[in-house]
C-alpha cells in the first residue's frame, strides 16, 4: 500500500511540476499589479465612474482570468442614472490560449441581466437570465479570441511589436477585429518624480475610437485616454470609488452663439453652422449634409431635410447588404413581441414610408417620456413603455426591421433650448430607414422628417462619436 501512496504521490507531483513548467501567454507574463488596477474614470475632467481591471492565473496554474468592471453614475436631467457592468472571461493560459467562458452581470439603467457564455463543440452559447422573463439560449460563431487579447497594450509593450487580434464585444455578442501598436515613450512629472511611460494605442473595428494606454517600467497603467475628453486615470480604491456628482446634459452640449431661425423647423428646411474641431473624417456628403471648407480650423455645415421623394412597397432589401434588417441581442427584430406589435401598428399597409409613419408616430405617443430611465435591449423598451431618445430609437429600429423596412439608429446632436434658455445643440439619438431612399425620423420629438436641426455623426450608438465631445465649437448659425 504504501509503495501505491508513494506512486501515486509522484505522480501528482510530476503532474504539478509540469503544469508549472508549462509555458504561460505573454499576457500572464508581464509586469502589472497582482492586486488588480482601480481607475477613476472622467468626462470632461469630472468624474462620472470608477473601473478595476485585471488578469490573473487560477489555482491550478491552467487558465488566465480577466475580469474587467465599470460603475457609471450622473445626473440626466432630473434624475441620478448609475450603471454597474462587470465582464468575467476565462482563457487557456498557454501562449495562444483559446476562449473557455464568459460571464456578463449587469444592473441599473439598461435592465438587469446575465450573459452566461460557454464554448462548445458547435460555438459560443450564451444563456441569457433577466428577472421576470424566461431565459434565453442563444448559439453563436466559434470565438477566435484568445488569451492575448485579454490585455493587448502590455503584450504589444512587452513585445515591442503590433498585435492583432479578435475581441467578443459582450454588449452585443459580435466579434470585432482589434489592433493594438506601441507608441514613443514619454516622460512626465508625477507626484514630483519623473517617470518614464510606455505608450500602447489600440483600435477597434467597432468603436474606431484610439485608446492610448500609459504604462510605467513597474507596469503600472496610469492613464488611459478615450480621445480628448473622456479618460481613466490609475487611483486607490477608495479615491476612485468617489464620484462628482456631474450633470450629463450640460456637460457635453454644444452652446451656439444665437437661436437659428424659426424656418429651420420647417419641410423642406435647411441650417447652416460655421463649426470648428470637427475633424474631416466626419465631413461625409450626404443627402442631408454637406461641408465647405473655410480655412484650416472652420468649415460651413449646412443640413437640409425634405420629404422623401421615392416610395417603395414594403419588404425591402437593404442597400446595404442586410446589416440594417438584422436581428441581434439589442435589436432583437426577429423577437416574437417585437414582429407582433410591429403587425399590429402597420396593418396592411404597403406602401414603406407610409408603414415607417405609423410606427415613428406610434412610438412616439405610447412611449413614456423618461430621460435617464434606459433599456439596452428592444424587448424591454416595449415592456416598459419608457425611456429617453435612446429607448425611442431602438424600439422604432426594431418594429421598422420587423415590418420589412431597413433602418438603423443615428447618433449625433439636435438644437433645443432648455430651461436656462441657452440655445445649444444636445447629444441625440434618432433613426434613419430605407423606404426607397434613405429618410430619418425622430420618433422622440415625433417627427416623420427629422428636421434641419438633426447633425448626424455617427450610427447605432457607436463610441466613434467620443472626440467631438468637448470639441466641437459653433461660431455662427443662421
Avoid at 89 to 106: C, D, N, T
Avoid at 310 to 322: E, H, Q, Y
Avoid at 470 to 478: A, E, M, P, Q, Y
Amino acid at each position: 500500500m504504501r509503495r501505491i501512496v508513494t506512486l501515486a504521490l509522484l505522480l501528482v507531483s510530476s503532474f504539478a511540476f509540469a503544469q508549472k513548467a508549462a509555458p504561460l501567454s505573454d499576457a500572464l507574463t508581464v509586469s502589472r499589479p497582482k492586486e488588480g488596477e482601480y481607475f477613476g474614470v472622467y468626462l470632461q475632467n469630472q468624474k462620472v465612474g470608477w473601473m478595476y481591471v485585471s488578469v490573473k492565473l487560477n489555482a491550478a496554474g491552467d487558465q488566465a482570468i480577466s475580469l474587467n468592471e465599470l460603475h457609471f453614475r450622473a445626473k440626466v436631467g432630473t434624475r441620478i442614472s448609475e450603471r454597474v457592468m462587470r465582464e468575467t472571461k476565462v482563457f487557456e493560459a498557454r501562449p495562444g490560449g483559446k476562449l473557455l467562458s464568459l460571464r456578463l452581470e449587469q444592473s441599473g439603467d439598461g435592465g438587469d441581466q446575465t450573459l452566461d457564455g460557454l464554448v462548445v463543440k458547435e460555438g459560443l452559447k450564451i444563456i441569457r437570465t433577466r428577472p421576470g422573463q424566461k431565459d434565453d439560449t442563444l448559439m453563436l460563431a466559434m470565438p477566435k479570441e484568445v488569451v492575448e487579447d485579454a490585455d493587448q497594450a502590455r503584450v504589444a509593450l512587452k513585445r515591442n511589436a503590433p498585435f492583432e487580434g479578435i475581441i467578443t464585444d459582450t454588449t452585443d455578442l459580435k466579434q470585432y477585429p482589434v489592433r493594438t501598436t506601441v507608441g514613443e515613450t514619454e516622460t512626465r512629472t508625477i507626484r514630483g518624480v519623473k517617470v518614464k511611460l510606455k505608450r500602447a494605442i489600440t483600435i477597434s473595428e467597432k468603436e474606431k475610437v484610439p485608446t492610448e494606454a500609459f504604462v510605467d517600467e513597474q507596469g503600472r497603467m496610469v492613464e488611459v485616454r478615450f480621445g480628448p475628453t473622456m479618460m481613466a486615470m490609475r487611483e486607490a480604491e477608495d479615491q476612485a470609488k468617489r464620484f462628482d456628482l456631474v450633470e450629463v446634459f450640460a456637460l457635453t452640449r454644444v452652446k451656439l452663439p444665437k437661436p437659428p431661425p424659426p424656418e429651420v423647423r420647417s419641410i423642406p428646411g435647411s441650417m447652416t453652422m460655421v463649426m470648428s474641431g470637427l475633424p474631416e473624417r466626419f465631413q461625409v456628403q450626404t443627402y442631408r449634409q454637406s461641408y465647405e471648407k473655410i480655412d484650416d480650423k472652420r468649415v460651413a455645415v449646412k443640413l437640409s431635410a425634405a420629404l422623401p421623394k421615392t416610395k417603395l412597397v414594403r419588404p425591402l432589401a437593404d442597400p446595404n447588404g442586410g446589416k440594417n434588417l438584422e436581428s441581434d441581442i439589442v435589436v432583437e427584430a426577429a423577437a416574437p413581441e417585437i414582429v407582433k406589435q410591429a403587425k399590429l401598428i402597420v396593418g396592411n399597409e404597403k406602401d414603406a414610408y407610409a408603414a415607417a409613419k405609423k410606427i415613428g408616430k406610434w412610438v412616439n405617443e405610447h412611449l413614456v417620456k423618461d430621460y435617464g430611465s434606459s433599456s439596452d435591449r428592444a424587448t424591454d423598451v416595449l415592456k416598459t413603455m419608457k425611456g429617453d431618445c435612446t429607448e425611442h430609437s431602438l424600439l422604432t429600429v426594431a418594429l421598422l426591421r420587423a415590418a420589412g423596412i431597413p433602418a438603423r439608429r443615428v447618433d449625433g446632436v439636435v438644437y433645443l433650448m432648455n430651461e436656462d434658455q441657452v440655445p445649444a445643440l444636445y447629444w441625440h439619438e434618432w433613426v434613419e430607414a430605407y423606404v426607397g431612399e434613405w429618410t430619418q425620423l425622430d420618433p422622440t420629438f415625433g417627427q416623420d422628417v427629422a428636421d434641419a436641426t438633426h447633425f448626424k455623426v455617427g450610427e447605432e450608438g457607436s463610441a466613434e462619436i467620443t472626440p467631438l465631445i468637448g470639441s466641437l465649437v459653433v461660431t455662427d448659425v443662421r
